[in-house]
C-alpha cells in the first residue's frame, strides 16, 4: 500500500466567479487525495504581470497516495477541465493550483519542481499556508512556514475576505 503524503496546493483565481472556482478546484481535488485543512481566502495583488484583475487565493492540505508527478497531471487535467488556458505566463486565469509542499520531499525536473521555486517570497502563498500549516518546515530552507512569512519584506498586499469557518461552508456547500 503507498504512503500517504501530506501535500499543500496554492490555488489562484481572477476570472469568472473566482470563490466558485476555488470551490469547483477544490471539490475537484477530493478525487485525487483527502482534502484537509482549507485555509480562507485572501484577495491578492497580481504578481509579476500586474495588470490584470486581483486574485483570490487559499491554501489546502491535501493527504494523497499519488506519486508527485501524477498529482502534477491529475492538476493539470482539473485547471484544463475547468477551462484554463495558457495564453500568457503568469496573465489572467480561470483557476491555477501549484503543488508547493509534498510532504517533506525534494523533487527539480522538468515538469516539477517541490517546494515550489518561489513559494518563499510569495506572501499570497504563506499567508494562507501559515493559517492552516506554520509549523511545517520548508524542506530546503528548514525554516517554519511562520518563520518565511515573517521574514517576508513589506509589499504584496494580501487581504483576508473569508475566514476558514465561513469557507468551510463554502468547500462543503
Known amino acids: 500500500m503507498p504512503s500517504i503524503l501530506a501535500t499543500y496546493l496554492s490555488l489562484g ?18 478525487a485525487v ?3 484537509g485543512a482549507v485555509s ?3 484577495e491578492t495583488e497580481p504578481v509579476e504581470v500586474t495588470d490584470q484583475p ?3 487565493n487559499c491554501v489546502i ?4 497516495a499519488e506519486p508527485p508527478q501524477r498529482l502534477l497531471r491529475s492538476i493539470l487535467a482539473i485547471e484544463r477541465e475547468m477551462g484554463r488556458e495558457r495564453k ?5 486565469r480561470i483557476i491555477d493550483i501549484d503543488i508547493v509542499l509534498f510532504g517533506e520531499s525534494i523533487l527539480d525536473t522538468s515538469e516539477l519542481t517541490v517546494p515550489h521555486p518561489a513559494m518563499h517570497r510569495r506572501r499570497f502563498v504563506l499567508e494562507p499556508l501559515a493559517e492552516i500549516a506554520p509549523w511545517v518546515r520548508h524542506p530546503l530552507l528548514q525554516k517554519t512556514i511562520r518563520q518565511l512569512r515573517d521574514e517576508l519584506p513589506e509589499g504584496q498586499a494580501v487581504r483576508k475576505i473569508l475566514s476558514p469557518e465561513a469557507g468551510n461552508r463554502i468547500w462543503q456547500a
Open 61 to 64: 492540505g491535501l493527504a494523497t
Open 13 to 30: 483565481s481572477n476570472l469568472g466567479d473566482r470563490a466558485a472556482n476555488l470551490s469547483a478546484a477544490i471539490a475537484r481535488l477530493g
Open 88 to 92: 500568457q505566463d503568469k496573465g489572467p
Open 54 to 56: 486581483q486574485f483570490l
Open 33 to 35: 487525495g483527502t482534502v
Open 40 to 42: 480562507s481566502l485572501y
